[in-house]
């Protein structure tokens, strides 16, 4: 009797923040990022320089649970996610653990984008959602075997989601999204009129 299984399985973590405990209040979250981008001239220099569509804080601050303690309480919420995700993986963390190296603020403007990237030297990467207006952008995940397909022919439209080449999720504000860190994504262009505030992070083992 033929048999067909599904290997090397990509996993997607979504979730609300308040399923691990009280939430963050998110119009405070909001004001902290909002004042985050006024007042980081390093951070706006950086953006201007390296031609970045918006706002974010990744260049130029690496202490923002220091700075505002509604940053802190996020990274509690976090980490129990993490936990959860991590325990999905079956990782064997031995005598080390995860733990948070990055967090940073982005706010995407109309118009704005964030091209296709990995995080690089990171286990677990994440965003959690601030503000998405209606007619905002999804995130874009991509494949991680589509630069060896070669020749294969394209998927169909109505291809299985476990089967397509591109993924795409529209989280709610207030949600978490983890994957891991090798997994390739973009922020395709912002057609709100309104600004897409996230705050993105990493994870590192040791």
């Not at 048999?3 to 405990?21: D, P, W």
């Not at 320089?49 to 976090?78: H, K, M």
């Not at 690089?120 to 990467?125: A, D, R, W």
Request: proline residues 5%.
């Amino acid at each position: 009797m033929s048999e067909i299984k599904t290997l090397f399985v990509t996993r997607l973590y979504r979730a609300h923040l308040s399923e691990m405990g009280a939430g963050v209040d998110g119009s405070e979250l909001e004001g902290a990022c909002l004042s985050i981008a006024e007042d980081d001239e390093a951070g706006q220099r950086w953006c201007e320089e390296n031609d970045y569509p918006g706002y974010t804080s990744y260049a130029s601050l690496d202490d923002l649970p220091w700075r505002f303690p509604i940053f802190q309480a996020l990274v509690d919420l976090l980490d129990k996610h993490v936990a959860a995700f991590v325990k999905e993986l079956d990782f064997e963390l031995g005598e080390k653990e995860l733990k948070l190296d990055s967090l940073w603020v982005n706010i995407l403007g109309s118009g704005g984008n964030h091209a296709s990237h990995i995080h690089p030297h990171s286990v677990i990467s994440g965003t959690t959602y601030v503000t998405m207006p209606e007619d905002t952008s999804a995130i874009k995940f991509e494949d991680p075997r589509l630069a060896m397909m070669m020749a294969a022919p394209p998927r169909k439209k109505t291809a299985r989601e476990d089967l397509r080449s591109f993924i795409y999720a529209k989280p709610e504000a207030g949600e978490v999204l983890l994957w891991e860190s090798w997994l390739r994504h973009e922020v395709p262009m912002n057609m709100s009129d309104d600004e897409r505030i996230s705050i993105s992070f990493n994870y590192n083992w040791g």
